[in-house]
């Protein structure tokens, strides 16, 4: 738990609670809600060499926690680019977190870029070196990270040097990758899948409590399953959703028809109806009437 942890920095350590700014609890709140952004940078994002998994997981996560996701963009490993995006989301939203370009490579650049939007100069982070030295030897790594180094030794500790006004956080005991907060609400985090769902199964969930000062109240999802066409719900469901709009609810309606899923010559198209809002009982009640109203079957 993040309770038992403190976030770093270059001059001396202080609890993660007191180095959440007022920038970010002061932020709108969407519907009651805490709004996040997120940013995926990279070229290989871009040019389709790998899928972006990292946004889904986030999206789920916050799902999970009450957060309204607003925001999703990928942008390239160029510094402007980062910087630039980055610092807009920031001023919009309450939660932003980035993956990815943060390794020891030449295109790895997302730290530098950051530090540049804040206005910040980057430095070696001496409890991340030493941390990366003592978990790499317990593992049997041959090459520790050494700044004075070769050049081997200077690119492994490249993955340290930080912005010097970052809030540094270790939230998983066994890994050295830090969690890196600029400008109070702009947090980030490793490209690779596995560890970023380490460290942002870690870190959100109590930092979303401290951002509410509550626990966190997720949202609810109930699906109907409709044979009928979208142009036939379409009144039903614009009806529906001015009604239910004062409970937060909000309606979806999602094709989905997959050729050869049914015997040949049998396919058959359906709807998925969405309705999702923080209280159950009025999204159960909304899931029932899209049920009676549109021949519809409720889904798990």
């Known amino acids: ?26 932020k709108h709140h969407s519907a009651g809600h805490l709004t996040a952004a997120f940013c995926a940078i990279g070229n290989e994002i871009l040019n389709g060499k790998v899928l972006d998994v990292n946004s889904h997981l986030f999206a789920r996560r916050c799902f999970e926690l009450g957060v309204s996701v607003q925001r999703i963009e990928v942008v390239p ?4 680019e980062i910087g630039r995006t980055v610092k807009q989301l920031a001023q919009k939203h309450q939660i932003v977190f980035t993956s990815g370009g943060i390794g020891p490579t030449h295109d790895d650049i997302t ?27 317990k593992r049997g790594v041959y090459m520790l990270p050494n700044p004075h180094g070769s050049a081997d030794e200077v690119a492994c500790a490249r993955m340290a040097l930080l912005p010097d006004t970052a809030q540094v956080s270790h939230p998983c005991e066994e890994l050295w990758v830090p969690v890196v907060c600029m400008g109070g609400n702009v947090h ?10 380490r460290l942002l199964d870690a870190y959100l969930p109590e930092l979303v409590e401290r951002l509410a000062g509550q626990r966190p109240r997720p949202f609810v999802r109930a699906l109907v399953a409709t044979h009928l066409r979208e142009s036939v719900i379409a009144p039903v ?5 001015r009604r239910y709009a004062k409970h937060g609810i909000q309606l979806g309606s999602y094709p989905d ?13 359906r709807v998925v109806l969405s309705a999702v809002g923080s209280d159950r009982e009025h999204v159960e009640a909304c899931q029932a009437e899209l049920c009676r109203r549109l021949s519809g079957t409720p889904l798990d």
């Open 111 to 137: 730290y530098s870029a950051v530090a540049d939007a804040f206005n910040s100069k980057m430095t070696y982070h001496l409890p991340t070196l030493d941390r990366m030295r003592r978990i790499m030897q």
């Open 257 to 269: 028809w997959t050729p050869q899923r049914d015997a040949p010559g049998k396919d058959r198209r």
């Open 237 to 241: 469901l614009e009806e529906l959703q």
């Open 188 to 197: 980030v985090l490793p490209g690779i899948p596995g560890l970023f769902e």
């Open 1 to 26: 738990m993040l309770a038992r942890w403190q976030a770093s920095t270059i001059i001396g350590t202080r609890p993660f609670k007191r180095w959440l700014t007022d920038s970010a609890a002061k």
């Open 77 to 80: 490993d160029q510094s402007d």
